[in-house]
Nanobody
Framework: QVQLVESGGGLVQAGGSLRLSCAASGRTFISYNMGWFRQAPGKEREFAAA????????YYADSVKGRFTISRDNAKNTVYLQMNSLKPEDTAVYYC?????????????????WGQGTQVTVSS
């Protein structure tokens, strides 16, 4: 089992940047593929980015491709989401999630563990 704690959210103007962090507890972090999802008020939770256990493969939603970068540091049990050129439509609660080898990277149902979320608000 793994516990996930997100940090780094906040209020930023359009065009600005934020870096989210997700710290994982447990000795088996390296065995998990990791993802970032987001959920805006009144909308379903949607995929943003994911990274394989080794960091060798990354996946992005079309809406964030070229602006967001996911990375991980297995020595620190941490996964990051660098968000640049932020837009008001990026405003949402951002969740970190962990999954084993089975299941889709792109669907919330493919993930086994979730953090509590961190709020990102982008003002116009």
């Amino acid at each position: 089992q793994v516990q996930l704690v997100e940090s780094g959210g906040g209020l930023v103007q359009a065009g600005g940047s934020l870096r989210l962090s997700c710290a994982a507890s447990g000795r088996t972090f390296i065995s998990y593929n990791m993802g970032w999802f987001r959920q805006a008020p009144g909308k379903e939770r949607e995929f943003a980015a994911a990274i394989s256990w080794s960091g060798g493969s990354t996946y992005y939603a079309d809406s964030v491709k070229g602006r967001f970068t996911i990375s991980r540091d297995n020595a620190k049990n941490t996964v990051y989401l660098q968000m640049n050129s932020l837009k008001p439509e990026d405003t949402a609660v951002y969740y970190c999630a962990a999954k084993h080898y089975s299941g889709s990277y792109y669907s919330p149902s493919g993930y086994d563990y979730w953090g509590q979320g961190t709020q990102v608000t982008v003002s116009s």
